[in-house]
């Protein structure tokens, strides 16, 4: 009898074992699952009339954008020629909310693509993972596109989930969330 007890004791421990090291495995195939949340990317048509709509809707005062150049873009829309493009990006904070506006002004590129399909609306959420390159192939994995961000770039790289989570994911280095800013007083 005594054996017997013994035996399912063992079985059991092999049962639980075998329940951790799948849902290890689980985990370590989770692109995002040590990513924290950076922001979310608004591709607009003109970004200083947006930008002053979230100050008037927000009360938040976004910084003057700036100007990226020489931007690549490694899957450009059907018929798009070259992978070099411009765009004007301004990033603030909305309460515990980082957003970044993204206003194409030339060439091809994802962010275009987009604004020509869908119109102003969100492009993608940034994710700030502690291996870029690591989490690029682990949504490769699972169906995604690597469509933008130079091979090497250490900074960011967009994935295109959209059929699978119904939006574009951009990997980014890990950093602490943003900090909440107070309510404006009135």
């Given at each position: 009898?005594?054996?017997?007890?013994?035996?399912?004791?063992?079985?059991?421990?092999?049962?639980?074992?075998?329940?951790?090291?799948?849902?290890?495995?689980?985990?370590?195939?989770?692109?995002?699952?040590?990513?924290?949340?950076?922001?979310?990317?608004?591709?607009?048509?003109?970004?200083?009339?947006?930008a002053q709509m979230f100050?008037?809707?927000?009360?938040?005062?976004?910084?003057?954008?700036?100007?990226?150049?020489?931007?690549?873009?490694?899957?450009?829309?059907?018929?798009?020629?070259?992978?070099?493009?411009?765009?004007?990006?301004?990033?603030?904070?909305?309460?515990?909310?980082?957003?970044?506006?993204?206003?194409?002004?030339?060439?091809?590129?994802?962010?275009?693509?987009?604004?020509?399909?869908?119109?102003?609306?969100?492009?993608?959420?940034?994710?700030?993972?502690?291996?870029?390159?690591?989490?690029?192939?682990?949504?490769?994995?699972?169906?995604?596109?690597?469509?933008?961000?130079?091979?090497?770039?250490?900074?960011?790289?967009?994935?295109?989930?959209?059929?699978?989570?119904?939006?574009?994911?951009?990997?980014?280095?890990?950093?602490?969330?943003?900090?909440?800013?107070?309510?404006?007083?009135?």
């Open positions: 009898m005594r054996a017997w007890g013994n035996g399912v004791v063992v079985m059991l421990a092999l049962v639980g074992a075998i329940a951790a090291i799948k849902e290890l495995r689980g985990q370590a195939t989770a692109p995002l699952a040590a990513g924290n949340f950076l922001h979310v990317g608004i591709v607009v048509k003109d970004i200083t009339k947006t100050s008037d809707v927000y009360g938040v005062t976004p910084p003057a954008p700036r100007v990226f150049d020489n931007v690549k873009a490694l899957r450009l829309p059907a018929g798009a020629s070259g992978s070099q493009a411009k765009a004007k990006l301004v990033q603030f904070t909305v309460g515990n909310v980082r957003i970044e506006l993204i206003e194409p002004t030339e060439g091809a590129t994802p962010w275009q693509e987009h604004l020509d399909k869908y119109g102003q609306s969100v492009h993608h959420i940034s994710f700030g993972v502690p291996d870029i390159e690591q989490s690029l192939r682990g949504l490769e994995a699972k169906g995604g596109t690597w469509v933008m961000g130079e091979p090497g770039n250490i900074s960011f790289k967009y994935v295109d989930m959209r059929d699978h989570l119904g939006y574009t994911v951009e990997l980014g280095r890990q950093q602490a969330p943003a900090a909440a800013q107070p309510a404006p007083v009135k």
